[in-house]
Protein backbone atom coordinates (compact mmCIF):
# COMPACT_ATOMS: atom_id res chain seq x y z
CA UNK A 1 0.00 0.00 0.00
CA UNK A 2 1.00 3.65 -0.58
CA UNK A 3 0.91 6.95 0.76
CA UNK A 4 -0.02 8.41 -2.07
CA UNK A 5 -3.02 6.14 -2.74
CA UNK A 6 -3.98 5.97 0.67
CA UNK A 7 -4.08 10.16 0.41
CA UNK A 8 -6.47 10.68 -2.44
CA UNK A 9 -8.79 7.85 -1.09
CA UNK A 10 -9.02 10.32 1.65
CA UNK A 11 -9.59 12.66 -0.45
CA UNK A 12 -12.30 10.82 -1.69
CA UNK A 13 -14.16 10.61 1.22
CA UNK A 14 -14.17 14.28 2.23
CA UNK A 15 -14.97 15.46 -0.99
CA UNK A 16 -17.09 12.28 -2.49
CA UNK A 17 -16.07 13.27 -6.24
CA UNK A 18 -13.62 11.53 -8.39
CA UNK A 19 -12.92 15.33 -10.07
CA UNK A 20 -12.95 17.41 -6.71
CA UNK A 21 -10.76 14.93 -5.36
CA UNK A 22 -8.08 15.05 -8.27
CA UNK A 23 -7.70 18.79 -8.21
CA UNK A 24 -7.38 18.13 -4.33
CA UNK A 25 -4.70 16.10 -4.43
CA UNK A 26 -3.12 17.93 -7.27
CA UNK A 27 -3.07 14.93 -9.76
CA UNK A 28 -5.22 14.04 -13.04
CA UNK A 29 -8.62 12.06 -12.38
CA UNK A 30 -7.48 8.76 -14.46
CA UNK A 31 -4.19 8.80 -12.03
CA UNK A 32 -6.83 9.38 -9.06
CA UNK A 33 -8.62 6.31 -10.65
CA UNK A 34 -5.93 4.34 -10.98
CA UNK A 35 -4.38 4.64 -7.68
CA UNK A 36 -7.93 3.88 -6.05
CA UNK A 37 -8.21 0.97 -8.21
CA UNK A 38 -4.99 -0.36 -6.89
CA UNK A 39 -5.45 0.25 -3.45
CA UNK A 40 -8.96 -1.45 -3.56
CA UNK A 41 -7.54 -4.76 -5.43
CA UNK A 42 -5.55 -4.76 -2.33
CA UNK A 43 -8.32 -4.21 0.24
CA UNK A 44 -10.08 -6.84 -1.36
CA UNK A 45 -13.04 -4.71 -2.59
CA UNK A 46 -14.33 -1.68 -3.69
CA UNK A 47 -13.88 1.17 -1.76
CA UNK A 48 -17.07 3.39 -3.18
CA UNK A 49 -20.13 2.95 -5.48
CA UNK A 50 -19.73 5.01 -8.61
CA UNK A 51 -22.87 5.50 -10.13
CA UNK A 52 -23.38 9.07 -12.51
CA UNK A 53 -24.73 11.52 -9.85
CA UNK A 54 -23.43 10.22 -6.29
CA UNK A 55 -20.68 8.78 -5.13
CA UNK A 56 -20.47 6.78 -1.70
CA UNK A 57 -18.03 4.96 0.20
CA UNK A 58 -19.15 1.23 0.37
CA UNK A 59 -19.47 -0.42 3.57
CA UNK A 60 -15.94 -2.04 3.59
CA UNK A 61 -14.24 1.65 2.88
CA UNK A 62 -16.50 3.19 5.67
CA UNK A 63 -14.86 0.37 7.55
CA UNK A 64 -10.91 1.03 6.59
CA UNK A 65 -11.43 4.99 6.41
CA UNK A 66 -10.53 5.19 10.03
CA UNK A 67 -7.80 2.90 9.93
CA UNK A 68 -6.31 4.53 6.90
CA UNK A 69 -6.94 8.24 8.45
CA UNK A 70 -4.86 7.06 11.87
CA UNK A 71 -1.92 5.71 9.63
CA UNK A 72 -1.93 8.85 6.96
CA UNK A 73 -1.65 10.67 10.35
CA UNK A 74 1.06 8.98 11.52
CA UNK A 75 3.15 9.16 8.58
CA UNK A 76 2.69 12.69 8.47
CA UNK A 77 3.70 13.14 11.99
CA UNK A 78 6.79 14.33 11.66
CA UNK A 79 7.08 16.64 8.66
CA UNK A 80 3.68 18.69 10.18
CA UNK A 81 5.69 18.50 13.74
CA UNK A 82 8.25 20.11 11.94
CA UNK A 83 6.27 22.57 10.67
CA UNK A 84 3.95 23.27 14.11
CA UNK A 85 7.00 23.61 16.05
CA UNK A 86 8.33 26.46 13.77
CA UNK A 87 4.58 28.13 14.09
CA UNK A 88 3.75 28.03 18.30
CA UNK A 89 4.46 26.88 21.87
CA UNK A 90 3.66 23.55 21.97
CA UNK A 91 0.76 23.01 24.33
CA UNK A 92 -0.28 19.87 25.61
CA UNK A 93 -4.01 19.37 27.87
CA UNK A 94 -4.32 15.94 29.58
CA UNK A 95 -7.25 15.26 31.14
CA UNK A 96 -7.66 12.21 33.82
CA UNK A 97 -10.99 10.90 35.06
CA UNK A 98 -11.94 11.32 38.65
CA UNK A 99 -9.89 8.78 40.46
CA UNK A 100 -7.37 8.14 37.65
CA UNK A 101 -4.10 9.01 39.33
CA UNK A 102 -1.56 11.14 37.42
CA UNK A 103 1.08 8.57 37.95
CA UNK A 104 -0.43 6.82 35.20
CA UNK A 105 1.25 9.18 32.58
CA UNK A 106 3.86 10.52 34.65
CA UNK A 107 6.48 9.36 32.66
CA UNK A 108 5.72 10.27 29.09
CA UNK A 109 4.61 13.21 30.64
CA UNK A 110 8.83 13.94 31.18
CA UNK A 111 9.68 12.15 28.17
CA UNK A 112 7.53 15.29 26.36
CA UNK A 113 9.29 17.65 28.33
CA UNK A 114 12.59 16.07 27.21
CA UNK A 115 11.62 16.19 23.79
CA UNK A 116 9.74 19.40 23.70
CA UNK A 117 11.48 22.14 25.43
CA UNK A 118 9.16 25.09 26.93
CA UNK A 119 6.21 22.53 26.04
CA UNK A 120 3.22 23.95 27.77
CA UNK A 121 1.73 20.98 29.83
CA UNK A 122 -2.12 21.40 31.81
CA UNK A 123 -3.45 18.38 33.76
CA UNK A 124 -7.04 18.52 34.60
CA UNK A 125 -8.59 15.88 36.58
CA UNK A 126 -12.92 16.23 36.16
CA UNK A 127 -15.57 13.92 36.39
CA UNK A 128 -15.99 11.92 32.99
CA UNK A 129 -18.89 13.40 31.54
CA UNK A 130 -17.23 17.11 31.86
CA UNK A 131 -13.68 15.73 30.06
CA UNK A 132 -15.63 13.89 27.19
CA UNK A 133 -17.39 17.63 26.66
CA UNK A 134 -14.11 19.37 26.86
CA UNK A 135 -12.78 16.99 24.82
CA UNK A 136 -15.19 17.33 21.71
CA UNK A 137 -15.15 20.92 22.42
CA UNK A 138 -11.33 21.52 21.90
CA UNK A 139 -10.39 22.29 25.30
CA UNK A 140 -8.57 18.95 25.79
CA UNK A 141 -6.49 17.11 23.69
CA UNK A 142 -6.49 13.74 25.32
CA UNK A 143 -7.89 12.14 27.96
CA UNK A 144 -7.24 9.05 30.62
CA UNK A 145 -11.29 7.85 30.85
CA UNK A 146 -12.76 4.90 32.32
CA UNK A 147 -14.49 2.68 29.60
CA UNK A 148 -18.25 2.46 30.76
CA UNK A 149 -19.17 1.13 27.19
CA UNK A 150 -21.31 4.90 26.67
CA UNK A 151 -17.97 6.64 25.17
CA UNK A 152 -19.19 8.46 22.01
CA UNK A 153 -18.49 7.23 18.57
CA UNK A 154 -16.27 10.50 18.01
CA UNK A 155 -13.60 9.85 20.17
CA UNK A 156 -10.90 7.42 19.52
CA UNK A 157 -9.71 4.80 22.44
CA UNK A 158 -6.93 2.88 22.84
CA UNK A 159 -7.29 0.56 25.95
CA UNK A 160 -4.26 1.32 28.20
CA UNK A 161 -5.07 -1.61 31.27
CA UNK A 162 -7.63 -3.71 32.93
CA UNK A 163 -7.26 -2.75 36.70
CA UNK A 164 -7.58 -5.64 39.21
CA UNK A 165 -9.18 -4.56 42.73
CA UNK A 166 -6.94 -4.08 46.05
CA UNK A 167 -8.22 -4.87 49.11
CA UNK A 168 -6.41 -1.88 51.85
CA UNK A 169 -6.80 -2.27 55.17
CA UNK A 170 -4.73 -1.00 58.51
CA UNK A 171 -1.18 -2.19 59.53
CA UNK A 172 -2.35 -5.39 62.29
CA UNK A 173 -4.92 -6.65 60.38
CA UNK A 174 -5.11 -10.61 59.42
CA UNK A 175 -4.79 -9.58 55.72
CA UNK A 176 -1.19 -8.64 56.34
CA UNK A 177 0.20 -11.84 56.26
CA UNK A 178 -1.38 -12.83 53.17
CA UNK A 179 -0.35 -12.34 49.51
CA UNK A 180 -4.06 -12.45 48.59
CA UNK A 181 -7.29 -11.49 49.89
CA UNK A 182 -10.09 -14.30 48.80
CA UNK A 183 -13.55 -13.16 48.38
CA UNK A 184 -14.76 -15.36 51.12
CA UNK A 185 -12.54 -13.67 53.72
CA UNK A 186 -13.69 -10.33 52.83
CA UNK A 187 -17.43 -11.49 53.08
CA UNK A 188 -16.77 -11.33 57.23
CA UNK A 189 -15.11 -8.29 56.63
CA UNK A 190 -17.29 -4.39 57.02
CA UNK A 191 -15.96 -3.11 53.58
CA UNK A 192 -16.48 0.76 52.65
CA UNK A 193 -18.20 1.11 49.13
CA UNK A 194 -17.43 3.94 46.45
CA UNK A 195 -20.15 5.00 44.56
CA UNK A 196 -19.79 3.96 41.26
CA UNK A 197 -17.43 1.22 41.62
CA UNK A 198 -18.98 -0.92 39.18
CA UNK A 199 -19.05 -5.10 38.77
CA UNK A 200 -16.47 -5.64 41.18
CA UNK A 201 -18.83 -4.97 43.77
CA UNK A 202 -21.69 -6.89 42.38
CA UNK A 203 -19.13 -9.58 42.50
CA UNK A 204 -18.63 -9.09 46.27
CA UNK A 205 -22.59 -9.73 46.44
CA UNK A 206 -22.03 -7.20 48.44
CA UNK A 207 -25.24 -6.25 50.52
CA UNK A 208 -23.39 -3.74 53.33
CA UNK A 209 -24.15 0.01 52.18
CA UNK A 210 -23.24 1.24 55.12
CA UNK A 211 -19.97 2.66 54.38
CA UNK A 212 -20.01 4.57 51.84
CA UNK A 213 -17.55 7.14 49.93
CA UNK A 214 -17.46 9.15 47.25
CA UNK A 215 -13.78 9.10 46.65
CA UNK A 216 -10.58 6.60 46.94
CA UNK A 217 -9.23 8.85 49.35
CA UNK A 218 -12.37 9.43 51.41
CA UNK A 219 -12.82 5.08 51.55
CA UNK A 220 -8.84 5.19 52.47
CA UNK A 221 -9.64 8.04 55.66
CA UNK A 222 -12.38 5.49 57.06
CA UNK A 223 -10.33 2.39 56.76
CA UNK A 224 -7.50 3.85 58.28
CA UNK A 225 -9.39 5.27 61.85
CA UNK A 226 -10.59 1.46 61.71
CA UNK A 227 -14.01 1.88 60.13
CA UNK A 228 -13.71 -1.29 57.90
CA UNK A 229 -11.55 -2.33 54.77
CA UNK A 230 -11.88 -0.94 51.31
CA UNK A 231 -11.83 -2.16 47.39
CA UNK A 232 -9.72 0.07 45.16
CA UNK A 233 -8.47 -0.44 42.17
CA UNK A 234 -4.39 -1.54 42.08
CA UNK A 235 -2.78 1.40 40.96
CA UNK A 236 -4.49 3.80 43.62
CA UNK A 237 -1.86 5.12 45.88
CA UNK A 238 -1.90 3.39 49.37
CA UNK A 239 -2.28 6.31 52.41
CA UNK A 240 0.97 5.78 54.70
CA UNK A 241 -0.33 3.31 57.84
CA UNK A 242 -2.54 1.23 55.08
CA UNK A 243 -1.47 -1.95 53.76
CA UNK A 244 -2.91 -3.43 49.85
CA UNK A 245 -3.36 -7.29 48.67
CA UNK A 246 -4.53 -8.12 45.72
CA UNK A 247 -7.90 -9.60 45.30
CA UNK A 248 -7.68 -11.91 42.02
CA UNK A 249 -11.25 -13.45 42.56
CA UNK A 250 -12.82 -9.24 42.29
CA UNK A 251 -11.92 -9.93 38.90
CA UNK A 252 -11.42 -6.73 36.67
CA UNK A 253 -12.27 -3.24 38.70
CA UNK A 254 -12.34 -0.94 35.67
CA UNK A 255 -10.74 -0.48 32.16
CA UNK A 256 -9.03 2.20 31.61
CA UNK A 257 -8.38 3.92 28.03
CA UNK A 258 -6.61 6.74 25.98
CA UNK A 259 -8.89 9.27 24.42
CA UNK A 260 -8.46 12.17 21.84
CA UNK A 261 -11.38 12.95 19.24
CA UNK A 262 -11.26 11.36 15.57
CA UNK A 263 -10.55 12.92 12.73
CA UNK A 264 -8.75 16.05 14.27
CA UNK A 265 -5.05 17.20 13.65
CA UNK A 266 -2.52 16.15 16.34
CA UNK A 267 -0.18 18.72 17.45
CA UNK A 268 3.31 16.81 17.96
CA UNK A 269 2.97 16.78 21.45
CA UNK A 270 -0.32 15.06 21.44
CA UNK A 271 0.87 12.72 18.50
CA UNK A 272 4.03 12.11 20.72
CA UNK A 273 1.63 11.79 24.05
CA UNK A 274 -0.46 9.20 22.10
CA UNK A 275 2.56 6.83 20.89
CA UNK A 276 4.30 7.04 23.46
CA UNK A 277 0.95 5.80 26.00
CA UNK A 278 -0.40 3.96 23.26
CA UNK A 279 3.31 1.33 23.11
CA UNK A 280 3.70 1.21 26.50
CA UNK A 281 2.70 -1.83 28.46
CA UNK A 282 0.95 -0.66 31.69
CA UNK A 283 -0.18 -3.75 32.80
CA UNK A 284 2.94 -5.55 33.34
CA UNK A 285 4.39 -1.86 34.35
CA UNK A 286 1.91 -2.03 36.89
CA UNK A 287 2.51 -5.65 37.79
CA UNK A 288 6.42 -5.02 38.35
CA UNK B 1 23.35 -23.17 12.47
CA UNK B 2 22.95 -20.13 10.33
CA UNK B 3 19.72 -17.83 10.40
CA UNK B 4 19.23 -19.43 6.94
CA UNK B 5 19.17 -23.17 8.57
CA UNK B 6 16.66 -22.35 11.02
CA UNK B 7 14.31 -20.33 9.40
CA UNK B 8 14.02 -23.27 7.00
CA UNK B 9 13.75 -25.39 9.75
CA UNK B 10 11.17 -23.58 11.09
CA UNK B 11 9.45 -23.36 7.58
CA UNK B 12 9.62 -27.04 7.00
CA UNK B 13 7.79 -27.42 10.49
CA UNK B 14 5.25 -25.33 9.75
CA UNK B 15 4.82 -26.47 6.01
CA UNK B 16 3.88 -30.04 7.65
CA UNK B 17 0.96 -28.79 8.29
CA UNK B 18 -1.27 -28.62 4.92
CA UNK B 19 -3.47 -25.85 5.53
CA UNK B 20 -0.72 -23.44 6.32
CA UNK B 21 1.96 -24.59 3.50
CA UNK B 22 -1.32 -23.22 1.18
CA UNK B 23 -1.71 -20.30 3.01
CA UNK B 24 1.80 -19.38 3.20
CA UNK B 25 1.72 -19.94 -1.04
CA UNK B 26 -1.40 -18.56 -1.17
CA UNK B 27 -0.15 -14.77 0.64
CA UNK B 28 3.17 -14.61 -1.20
CA UNK B 29 1.92 -15.72 -4.45
CA UNK B 30 -0.85 -12.69 -4.27
CA UNK B 31 1.64 -10.47 -3.21
CA UNK B 32 4.05 -11.04 -5.87
CA UNK B 33 0.81 -10.66 -8.28
CA UNK B 34 0.33 -6.69 -6.76
CA UNK B 35 4.00 -5.82 -7.55
CA UNK B 36 4.30 -5.59 -3.93
CA UNK B 37 8.61 -4.67 -4.11
CA UNK B 38 7.71 -1.69 -6.85
CA UNK B 39 6.13 0.48 -4.57
CA UNK B 40 8.19 0.13 -1.57
CA UNK B 41 11.40 2.58 -0.80
CA UNK B 42 14.55 0.88 -2.21
CA UNK B 43 18.39 1.76 -2.05
CA UNK B 44 18.78 5.19 -3.27
CA UNK B 45 15.81 7.12 -1.61
CA UNK B 46 16.20 8.84 1.61
CA UNK B 47 14.45 6.97 4.43
CA UNK B 48 11.58 9.02 6.16
CA UNK B 49 12.22 11.04 8.90
CA UNK B 50 10.34 9.75 12.32
CA UNK B 51 9.67 9.95 15.73
CA UNK B 52 8.72 6.58 17.61
CA UNK B 53 8.50 5.47 20.71
CA UNK B 54 10.64 2.88 21.85
CA UNK B 55 10.51 -0.15 24.48
CA UNK B 56 12.26 1.96 26.92
CA UNK B 57 9.27 4.69 26.92
CA UNK B 58 11.22 7.21 24.64
CA UNK B 59 10.78 9.16 22.17
CA UNK B 60 13.16 8.39 18.87
CA UNK B 61 13.81 10.30 15.48
CA UNK B 62 16.12 9.01 12.94
CA UNK B 63 18.28 12.43 13.39
CA UNK B 64 19.28 11.05 16.67
CA UNK B 65 20.44 7.55 15.59
CA UNK B 66 21.96 8.91 12.30
CA UNK B 67 24.40 11.56 14.28
CA UNK B 68 26.01 8.26 16.14
CA UNK B 69 26.18 6.46 12.89
CA UNK B 70 25.40 4.39 9.50
CA UNK B 71 21.97 2.82 10.63
CA UNK B 72 20.46 -0.71 10.06
CA UNK B 73 16.38 -0.93 10.71
CA UNK B 74 14.38 -4.11 10.19
CA UNK B 75 11.30 -3.95 10.34
CA UNK B 76 9.36 -7.39 11.84
CA UNK B 77 5.55 -8.19 12.21
CA UNK B 78 5.41 -8.94 15.44
CA UNK B 79 5.94 -10.68 18.88
CA UNK B 80 4.09 -13.65 17.55
CA UNK B 81 5.73 -14.42 14.28
CA UNK B 82 8.50 -17.17 14.67
CA UNK B 83 10.65 -16.03 11.70
CA UNK B 84 11.02 -12.05 13.11
CA UNK B 85 11.85 -14.26 16.64
CA UNK B 86 14.92 -16.29 14.99
CA UNK B 87 15.91 -13.11 13.05
CA UNK B 88 15.59 -10.59 15.80
CA UNK B 89 18.13 -13.37 17.82
CA UNK B 90 20.35 -14.03 15.18
CA UNK B 91 20.73 -9.87 14.68
CA UNK B 92 21.54 -10.01 18.85
CA UNK B 93 24.36 -12.74 17.83
CA UNK B 94 25.81 -10.08 15.43
CA UNK B 95 25.35 -6.67 17.03
CA UNK B 96 29.02 -6.69 18.03
CA UNK B 97 30.18 -7.18 14.52
CA UNK B 98 26.96 -4.10 13.45
CA UNK B 99 29.15 -2.53 15.64
CA UNK B 100 32.62 -3.02 15.12
CA UNK B 101 31.39 -1.67 11.54
CA UNK B 102 30.53 1.79 13.25
CA UNK B 103 26.63 0.77 12.71
CA UNK B 104 24.12 0.76 14.93
CA UNK B 105 20.45 -1.27 15.05
CA UNK B 106 16.78 -0.66 15.54
CA UNK B 107 14.01 -3.14 15.31
CA UNK B 108 10.27 -1.07 14.34
CA UNK B 109 7.51 -3.40 14.97
CA UNK B 110 3.58 -2.28 14.42
CA UNK B 111 2.42 -3.87 18.07
CA UNK B 112 1.62 -1.33 20.79
CA UNK B 113 0.61 -2.37 24.48
CA UNK B 114 4.27 -3.19 25.89
CA UNK B 115 5.26 -5.93 23.22
CA UNK B 116 7.99 -3.83 21.95
CA UNK B 117 9.60 -3.78 25.76
CA UNK B 118 8.20 -8.10 25.75
CA UNK B 119 10.10 -8.95 22.63
CA UNK B 120 13.34 -6.94 23.67
CA UNK B 121 13.06 -9.14 27.16
CA UNK B 122 12.22 -12.38 25.77
CA UNK B 123 15.07 -12.07 23.43
CA UNK B 124 17.65 -10.13 25.71
CA UNK B 125 17.98 -7.74 22.81
CA UNK B 126 20.61 -4.58 23.56
CA UNK B 127 19.28 -3.18 20.20
CA UNK B 128 16.14 -0.99 20.63
CA UNK B 129 12.40 -1.42 19.23
CA UNK B 130 10.39 0.76 18.10
CA UNK B 131 6.94 0.96 17.60
CA UNK B 132 5.27 2.37 14.81
CA UNK B 133 2.12 3.17 15.90
CA UNK B 134 -0.71 3.06 13.46
CA UNK B 135 2.55 1.91 10.82
CA UNK B 136 3.04 5.13 9.76
CA UNK B 137 6.72 4.64 8.76
CA UNK B 138 5.53 1.53 7.49
CA UNK B 139 3.61 3.48 4.86
CA UNK B 140 6.21 5.73 4.66
CA UNK B 141 8.45 3.01 2.69
CA UNK B 142 5.99 1.24 0.98
CA UNK B 143 6.18 -2.02 3.01
CA UNK B 144 2.88 -2.54 4.82
CA UNK B 145 0.11 -4.53 3.63
CA UNK B 146 -3.14 -5.21 3.91
CA UNK B 147 -3.35 -8.79 4.85
CA UNK B 148 -4.97 -10.87 2.02
CA UNK B 149 -7.51 -13.58 2.89
CA UNK B 150 -7.00 -16.80 4.03
CA UNK B 151 -3.86 -15.65 5.38
CA UNK B 152 -6.50 -12.85 7.91
CA UNK B 153 -8.51 -15.86 8.76
CA UNK B 154 -5.53 -17.75 9.55
CA UNK B 155 -3.76 -15.46 11.71
CA UNK B 156 -7.05 -14.78 13.67
CA UNK B 157 -7.46 -19.15 14.35
CA UNK B 158 -4.23 -18.98 15.26
CA UNK B 159 -5.61 -16.21 18.61
CA UNK B 160 -3.42 -13.62 17.13
CA UNK B 161 -5.47 -10.58 17.17
CA UNK B 162 -4.12 -7.96 14.56
CA UNK B 163 -6.39 -5.23 15.73
CA UNK B 164 -5.71 -5.27 19.48
CA UNK B 165 -2.22 -5.70 19.13
CA UNK B 166 -1.42 -2.56 16.93
CA UNK B 167 -4.26 -0.93 18.23
CA UNK B 168 -5.16 0.07 14.62
CA UNK B 169 -8.03 -2.24 12.71
CA UNK B 170 -6.90 -1.77 9.17
CA UNK B 171 -5.51 -5.49 9.23
CA UNK B 172 -1.82 -4.17 7.70
CA UNK B 173 1.72 -6.14 8.31
CA UNK B 174 5.04 -4.72 7.22
CA UNK B 175 6.83 -7.08 4.58
CA UNK B 176 10.12 -7.94 7.08
CA UNK B 177 12.64 -5.23 5.23
CA UNK B 178 16.08 -4.52 6.34
CA UNK B 179 17.22 -1.32 4.96
CA UNK B 180 20.82 0.09 5.37
CA UNK B 181 21.00 3.82 6.18
CA UNK B 182 24.26 5.98 5.96
CA UNK B 183 24.57 8.76 7.87
CA UNK B 184 23.10 11.34 5.42
CA UNK B 185 19.81 9.42 6.26
CA UNK B 186 20.35 7.52 1.92
CA UNK B 187 19.11 4.42 1.85
CA UNK B 188 22.35 2.54 0.74
CA UNK B 189 21.34 -1.14 0.61
CA UNK B 190 17.71 -2.69 1.22
CA UNK B 191 16.71 -6.67 1.95
CA UNK B 192 12.94 -7.39 1.16
CA UNK B 193 11.26 -10.67 0.51
CA UNK B 194 7.47 -10.69 0.41
CA UNK B 195 8.12 -14.30 1.49
CA UNK B 196 8.17 -13.46 5.41
CA UNK B 197 9.99 -16.38 5.88
CA UNK B 198 12.90 -15.91 4.35
CA UNK B 199 15.11 -12.91 5.76
CA UNK B 200 18.91 -11.63 4.80
CA UNK B 201 21.77 -13.22 6.13
CA UNK B 202 23.21 -10.83 9.22
CA UNK B 203 27.12 -11.12 7.76
CA UNK B 204 25.60 -9.52 4.30
CA UNK B 205 24.24 -6.77 6.54
CA UNK B 206 27.31 -6.64 8.50
CA UNK B 207 29.02 -6.40 4.94
CA UNK B 208 26.69 -3.56 3.96
CA UNK B 209 27.86 -1.47 6.61
CA UNK B 210 31.55 -2.09 6.26
CA UNK B 211 31.48 -1.06 2.39
CA UNK B 212 30.11 2.32 4.28
CA UNK B 213 33.89 2.74 5.47
Redesign the interface.
Known amino acids: MELHQVRYFLALCRTLNFTRAAEACNVTQPALTRAIQRLEDELGGPLLYRERSLTQLTPLGRTMMPHLEAMVRAAEAVSQAAADMRRQTPLLRVGLADGLSASLIAGSLAELERRFPGLELHLQSDDQKTLIESLLQGETDAALLLDDGELPERLDRWKLLHEGCRAVFRQGHAFEHEACVKLPALAAETVVRGDGWGGAWVRLGGETHRLRAASWDQAQHMVAVGLGVALLPQHVAVLPGLLGRPVPDAGDMRAVVLAAVNGRMYSPALDGFLKLNRARGFTAALAA | MTLRDKLDAQRERSAANPVWRATYEATVAELRR ?1 GFLN ?1 ALRAGARF ?8 A ?3 V ?1 LSDLLVRGPLVVTFIRGQWCPYCALTLAALEESLPDIQAADGQLVAITPE ?7 VRQRHGLHYEVL ?7 G ?2 C ?1 V ?3 V ?2 PYRSSIARAGIDLA ?1 RQ ?6 LPVPAVYVIDRSGLIVRDFMDVDFTRRPDPADIVEALRALG
Open positions: MQPDFLLPSADRLGTGGRALAVDVDSGVLNGVFHPEDGNGGGL
